[in-house]
Structures are given as C-alpha cells and as structure tokens.
C-alpha cells in the first residue's frame, strides 16, 4: 500500500537553530514530490517540486531533497515567520493526477 | 505566477440551503482541479478530481449528489453543496494543476459554516 509519512509531527525550534523535516515514502513508482506550506486557515503555498533522487531545490532558507525514499526539508537559521505546517505530497506514476498527502510537521520558531 | 483563486472565503447558511463554491486559476488554464476538504489539525481531504469538460471523479465515501462538480472552463471550477447540514460545516479548499509540472497550486480556502 502506498504511504507518506512525516516526521515529526511537530517541531519546535529556536529562531536561528537549523533543524529537518522528514518526509518518507513507500510508493510503487513516484513522478514528483511536493512540498507545501500551510499557515492556519489559509490554504497550502507551494514551495517545491522534485522530481528525481538526488535532486535539491533552494528557496531563501528552506532546501528541499530527495532520495528513492524519502525527501528532507532543510530549514537553516529559521525565524519566527517560518513557523507554519508543512506538507509534503506524491505523484505516483502511471498516469496519476491526484496526490498522496503527508499529516504534515508543524513548526514553530520560538523568537 | 501560478495564483489560484476562491470565492467566498467564508459563507454562512442555514440547514438545508445550497451553497456555491468558485474556483478560479487566474494566470494559467487548468485541464484538472482538486477539491479539498479539511477538518481542524488534519491534513487535506481528496473528495474529488474535475476534469474541463467532463463529470467529476469522486473519491470513496464522497457523495457525489450532495457535492455538485462543475468545470466548465480551463479557469472555472465550482463546487455547490447541495442541502447542506451542520456536519458538513468545514473548510474547502480547491487547486488547480499546472500540466507542464504536475504541480497543484491551492486556493485559498472557503470555510463553510452551516446553522
């Protein structure tokens, strides 16, 4: 059975200390994964796609990878505006369009 | 770019009234949208896959009479929840994917309240 798991489910860090988020997957085949983040009572902003083992992607002090299992969302030297849910999201192959979402990390940066 | 928008964002009604939904991409068309639903400190729920020009696929449990799909164009999804009660109280939240990608990108969200 198809499954995405993140971890922790929530994270609390002080502002400027660099930590991870964990999501892992067991798919049959994977075409992308997602990363999102979700503030309370809005809707997910879409941070990343990747699409391959091995691929890294940057945006201001987030850095999403990937393996053949799992995917890190680096946060380094985080702040207080960070603090939000973050989810992670697979495409499987095979001509799939809907995704498989994660429960999400929820972060908070403690000023 | 990628701006995905919903209307209302927050609506009120009585037991028993119908309730529409509007989802638009704004800078992009979109073949395929999602909707969502999601209950407090639980992640998104699939209820359904709308294809333009095309019914809907529901996803298991979601009754397909109650919440009326529509997409009617590349950049118009709606959703109308069809005598709505109080359990169907939530927020909705719909995306639009962008085919080049695979990427969805979300709506803001519209938090249906039923009295």
């Known amino acids: 059975e198809d499954q995405v798991t993140q971890s922790p489910e929530a994270l609390r860090l002080q502002e400027g200390e660099s930590s991870s988020l964990n999501c892992s997957y067991t798919?049959?085949?994977?075409?992308?994964l997602f990363w999102y983040r979700q503030d309370p009572g809005k809707g997910p902003e879409f941070l990343f796609t990747l699409y391959s083992a091995g691929e890294e992607k940057e945006k201001e002090r987030l850095k999403a990878t990937l393996t053949k299992k799992e995917s890190f969302l680096h946060i380094t030297a985080p702040k207080p505006e960070d603090s939000a849910t973050y989810l992670c999201?697979?495409?499987?192959?095979?001509?799939?369009?809907?995704?498989?979402f994660g429960t999400g990390t929820k972060l908070q940066v403690i000023p | 770019g990628a701006v995905v928008s919903q209307h209302p964002s927050r609506v009120i009604c009585k037991s028993g009234t119908s309730v529409k939904i509007e989802c638009r991409s704004l800078?992009?068309?979109?073949?395929?949208m999602f909707w969502y639903r999601q209950f407090p400190k639980q992640s998104l729920m699939l209820m359904a896959t709308?294809?333009?020009?095309?019914?809907?696929?529901?996803e298991q449990g979601v009754e397909k009479d109650k919440f009326l799909i529509n997409h009617a164009s590349l950049t118009l999804s709606t959703l109308t929840v069809t005598s709505a009660h109080p359990e169907d109280s939530s927020f909705y939240i719909c995306?639009?994917?962008?085919?080049?990608?695979?990427?969805?990108?979300f709506g803001p969200g519209t938090r249906l309240t039923v009295l």
């Open positions: 709308s294809n333009e020009g095309s019914k809907a696929t529901y």
């Open positions: 798919v049959s085949g994977l075409r992308g």
């Open positions: 995306s639009a994917r962008v085919e080049q990608t695979d990427t969805q990108y």
């Open positions: 800078d992009f068309q979109a073949t395929t």
């Open positions: 999201a697979v495409l499987l192959s095979g001509g799939y369009q809907k995704v498989t």
